[in-house]
């Protein structure tokens, strides 16, 4: 059944356990989800309570183990594992906490590797443009910041023009300037392209500037918050 107008993914009843008999982990415990297009979600949690876990199944890099996921009309379960790398193609990018950026390859080249196989890639100098790091192309990832290295991570998640950005901890290694920026990077990124972005943190603070803040309690939801009114990343408190 393809999900209601408007909304991105939809999951239903969804669990994941790890291993067999006495080190089962049971990491979602019953996820029901519904997330509407073109918002920023923040998921908080503890340590351990299955937030990397529920952002690995959505962004089809890992399969839950009952339950479903759809993202609009497709069914993520139903997906062979060529559908699913061709899903994460199509629809979605990924930034992570260590950029993992390509040492020897400039910041253009690392975007390029990206807009070099997409279906419909934006100009690699337009996502540098867009992340602040236009004077910065031809730099190497050891000649730039921290938050440079993660903003041209960003440029190079969203030059494929992905309808979801996940970022998992995209803060987590910088000081709360270079963290800010990135945030408002973030911010920029969802107003301009209209992406969904998803993103993991354990710093609460962060949850001021997102359209939807959830809470994980070990492996289940514990609250679902929408905010009304967001905050800058200007106005974060760190
Ligand atoms: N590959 C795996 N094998 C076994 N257990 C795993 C695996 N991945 C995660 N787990 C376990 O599943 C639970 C949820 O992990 P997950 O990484 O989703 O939590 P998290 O909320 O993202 O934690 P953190 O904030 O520390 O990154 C944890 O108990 C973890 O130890």
């Known amino acids: 059944m393809a999900n209601q107008e408007g909304l991105g993914f939809v999951t ?10 006495r080190s089962k982990v049971h990491a979602l415990r019953g ?3 519904s997330i509407p297009e073109g918002e920023i979600v923040v998921m908080l949690g503890a340590s351990g309570s299955g937030k990397s876990t529920l ?7 890992d399969r839950p183990t009952s339950g479903t996921v759809h993202f609009r009309d497709i069914e993520l ?8 790398t061709k899903f994460r193609r199509d629809h979605v990018g990924f930034v992570f906490q ?14 390029e590797l990206v807009t070099e196989i997409a279906d419909n ?14 004077k910065r192309l031809d730099h190497f990832p050891s000649q730039l910041s921290g938050g440079e290295q993660q903003r041209v991570a960003i440029a190079r998640a969203i030059a494929k023009q992905p309808d979801v950005l996940f970022c998992d901890e995209p803060t987590g290694a910088l000081d709360s300037t270079t963290g800010r920026s990135v945030l408002e990077v973030l911010n920029h990124v969802n107003a301009e392209l209209g992406s969904t972005v998803l ?12 359209h ?17 009114v967001r905050q800058t990343p200007a106005e974060i408190d760190w």
Do not use: C, W
Not at 77 to 84: C, F, M, N, P, T
């Open 31 to 33: 996820i029901d989800l």
């Open 55 to 61: 952002l690995n199944i959505l962004g089809g890099l």
């Open 98 to 111: 260590f950029y993992n950026l390509m040492p020897s390859l400039t910041a253009l080249e690392n975007v």
């Open 12 to 21: 239903r009843g969804l669990t994941k356990s790890y291993g067999e008999g």
């Open 121 to 134: 890639p934006m100009p690699p100098e337009k996502a540098l443009d867009l992340v602040g790091l236009t």
């Open 212 to 228: 939807r803040v959830i809470r994980l309690v070990d492996g289940q939801i514990g609250e679902v918050q929408v905010n009304d």
């Open 77 to 84: 379960g139903a997906l062979s594992d060529r559908e699913l």
């Open 199 to 210: 993103m993991v943190t354990h710093a609460a603070n962060i949850a001021g500037m997102a």
